[in-house]
């Protein structure tokens, strides 16, 4: 073993008794394995460790030489983790730990660019459109962190995403913390890039302001398309503080646009206080079908699926879903909680009664992890997201 001894101003090493060993790592590279060998005055024992836990990388030790050669491996040894595809397959947490690896979600590979996607998750972390609690700007990151807890299949529906489609996590959209105005232009340009070879965006927030932006790109490669928007509120202000642009007028300036196809707009779980007597006045008259959260409360939604998909018909539908329509007993890390909302249940169901939809883009914003130490609200947002990608076209049955 090593002793850490201090003489003087100086630290030393000094060795009471030490022996040279070896580390052998072994890397996956293209169905065939890395190894490596690397020496170093690291104890026997860390080392005798590292080859018991088989682990997958080497590793970078302070001083470690290392001389890579490729090497036969029995393949009974790495027999499960075998998965050979054409698809972006993640990680099964049977042969490869959860807290391994670059944060991802899903633990999907990292792209740079959506060519040959069939879909991306992308996130926004922006929060400056506001207008109670700050955080959502960290939504992402806690998003991808706890998404590690999410499998392959959904045995539920019986759909295999990754087997079906070829998904990536292509990171986060740069956007301009100082200014609201020129952070949608950002995103608009982006999205505009992601939807322009046919990739489906599913997005992470980031407060609902972000879904004008995405909508105005979306709208102009598939013109204006028709809602399923799960949310507490309406977003159809029509300005606060003397600002259009915020998170409670993305839906009323998507109309000013022209992006929304008006007669193919649902709304679900709506409650709250008002500063109005009648505050969905302005989404009645559009022709929006707004669902009260009341409505829904004690019952299965999916009647209402069905009755939403026939509405929808076959045009391009786009998914929005603010955390805060789920109750806030369930999900408390966000911004603008009301009482009496959805239950995760609930949100399954209408998520998965979009199944069949021919669905251009979803997202998943307003998830501020900071006000839920457990990260179940971010948890929630994951598996929300997985759901959305079970249901996008293409997606077949296992």
């Known amino acids: 073993m090593e002793a850490l001894c201090l003489l003087g101003r100086r630290a030393q090493f000094r060795t009471l008794s030490r022996k040279k060993s070896a580390f052998l790592g072994t890397r996956r590279l293209s169905g065939m394995f890395l190894s490596g060998r690397l020496e170093s005055p690291c104890s026997q024992t860390s080392q005798q460790v590292r080859a018991a836990a088989g682990s997958a990388w080497p590793g970078s030790l302070p001083g470690a030489r290392s001389r890579f050669r490729l090497k036969s491996v029995s393949p009974e040894r790495f027999a ?19 807290p ?24 926004v972390p922006l929060d400056t459109g506001t207008s109670n609690r700050p955080g959502a700007r960290f939504g992402p990151r806690h998003i991808r962190a706890e998404s590690t807890m999410m499998r392959r299949f ?48 599913l997005t992470m927030g980031g407060d609902h302001t972000i879904t004008y932006p995405i909508l105005q790109a979306i709208a102009e490669k598939h013109g204006p398309v ?36 008006c007669k193919r707009v649902a709304q679900i779980g709506i409650r709250g206080s008002s500063y109005t007597r009648d505050p969905y006045k302005y989404c009645w008259d559009q022709g929006f079908r707004v669902v009260l959260a009341e409505d829904c409360w004690m019952k299965s939604l999916v009647p209402l699926m069905a009755e939403v998909r026939k509405q929808m018909g076959d045009g391009p539908v786009y ?47 307003e998830v501020a992890p900071m006000y839920d130490l457990s990260g ?9 997201l997985f759901e959305m990608l079970c249901v996008l076209p293409g997606v077949k049955m296992t």
């Open 319 to 365: 998914i929005s879903f603010d955390i805060d329509g789920i109750d806030p007993a369930y999900a408390p890390g966000t911004g603008t909680p009301e009482i009496a909302g959805l239950t995760p249940a609930q949100a399954l169901e209408i998520i998965r009664g979009c199944q069949g939809l021919n669905i251009v883009g979803c997202d998943l914003v």
């Open 154 to 201: 959904n045995p539920s529906t019986g759909v295999d995403p990754y087997h079906s489609l070829m998904v990536a996590d292509i990171g986060d959209v740069n956007v301009n913390l100082y200014d609201l105005k020129d952070s949608c232009r950002q995103i608009r340009e982006a999205f505009q890039t992601i939807v322009a070879g046919g990739c489906i965006p």
């Open 80 to 98: 499960p983790q075998r998965c050979f595809s054409d698809f972006n397959v993640p990680p099964s947490a049977e042969f490869v730990a959860r």
């Open 100 to 123: 391994v690896g670059i944060c991802s979600l899903f633990k999907l590979p990292i792209r740079t660019s959506v060519e040959g996607l069939d879909a991306a998750f992308v996130g």
């Open 226 to 261: 028709g809602l399923v928007h799960v949310d507490a509120h309406t977003d159809t202000g029509d300005q606060a503080l003397g600002e259009k642009i915020y998170h409670g007028t993305p839906f009323r300036r998507c109309v000013d646009k022209g992006l929304l196809d």
């Open 376 to 384: 179940n609200t971010a948890l929630l947002g994951a598996n929300l």
